[in-house]
């Protein structure tokens, strides 16, 4: 009922910042809790950040708190993810995803899904 695109995936220096967009279609968009999730080689795909659907309420993983803020503008039908501070280890292939639940970290929770974009850290 909604699709999903990421953009502003790139290579970055450690320490440097990117933000991430995900475009969202329709008029739905608001009704969804977001959230962001990521994927490296060889590992399982995990959460990173999700939002409820005003944007009051917001969680993190762990090792992101402090460095990454997700946030969203509904009249723009759209998701951010902005990454300060970055390192290698959060190399991977970033998601957005949507669910109608009221706020998840839980994967199996969202039911559409973004292609992903690649975000690459250089040391």
């Known amino acids: 009922q909604v699709q999903l695109v990421e953009s502003g995936g790139g290579l970055v220096q450690a320490g440097g910042s990117l933000r991430l967009s995900c475009a969202a279609s329709g008029r739905t968009f608001s009704t969804y809790a977001m959230g962001w999730f990521r994927q490296a080689p060889g590992k399982e795909r995990e959460f990173v950040a999700s939002?409820?659907?005003?944007?009051?309420?917001?969680n993190y993983l762990n090792s992101v708190k402090g460095r990454f803020t997700i946030s969203r503008d509904n009249a723009k039908n759209t998701l951010y993810l902005e990454m300060n501070s970055l390192k290698p280890d959060d190399t991977a292939v970033y998601y957005c995803?949507?669910?109608?639940?009221?706020?998840?970290?839980?994967?199996?929770?969202?039911?559409?899904w973004g292609q992903g974009t690649q975000v690459t850290v250089s040391a």
């Open positions: 939002i409820t659907r005003g944007g009051s309420t917001t």
């Open positions: 995803a949507a669910t109608v639940a009221i706020l998840s970290a839980e994967r199996s929770r969202y039911n559409y």
